[in-house]
């Protein structure tokens, strides 16, 4: 089947969804109580920040920082169950959220950078907006991965050789996801319009959560190591700060 009429097939069968959305996020009473969702939500993960979770290194804390202002309450639910210190116990699915919140920093941004270019500013047509957006999410993706390694030791090409290999997989499913649902519910917008940005903070939400099942598989095969458990750098700060 014609990439154009699989396209054509996908925008006919989600109308009804796009069509429920559309009024919700451009309704101004939805856009003002969701910015002070997020601004609430980046307050009390900056809070918790300083008073439990220190420990945690400043790449990670910048992780949480961007994931909690994408995606607001959902993403301080996120850092509660797996990122700060004071978690109970670790897990493969915790590992799978801290994995995938990683990846998620990165690819939103690339995103949102690569939106707004893209369609805000440029106003390309459609698949244009999603190459050039696809571009500048595995830019980004690949980046917060290959610039710590190097910053370890390791040579760019192999740092680049690991990131192709356990990034790709979750950055093409994040990216699929997020990019075709904000095409779906905001194409023909621009800029100025709530709508264009409200689709945007929920796209990017839809693609974390279809990029998490991913993840989780790469960490159980060993592809992934699913960042450090954060209760241990907790438990190593406080011995460090005993010794001294």
Partial sequence: MPLARVLTWIERSFEPVRELLRPVLSDPLVIGVWALLIVTSVAVLLWDLR??????????????????????????????????????????WRRGVRSTAHCYSGCGAGEVVGITLAQGILALAVGWVAAVTFGFAYLFGFGLTVGPLMQEGVGFREAMADA?????????????????????????????????????????????????PVNVVLVHLGVKEGMKNPAEMDADGRSGATAD
């Fill in 164 to 212: 192709l290999y356990s990034e790709t997989p979750s950055i093409t499913v994040m990216e699929v996801v997020a990019i075709g649902a904000d095409l779906l519910l905001a194409a023909d917008t621009h800029m100025g319009q709530p709508l264009f940005w409200m689709a945007l903070a929920l796209s990017l939400s839809l693609g974390f959560l279809a990029a998490f």
């Fill in 51 to 92: 008073r439990h979770s220190r420990a945690l290194p400043s790449l990670m804390k910048g992780v949480w920082a961007l994931v909690v202002l994408y995606s607001g309450p959902f993403g301080l639910l996120l850092y509660w169950y797996a990122g700060r210190t004071g978690i109970s116990h670790d897990s493969l």
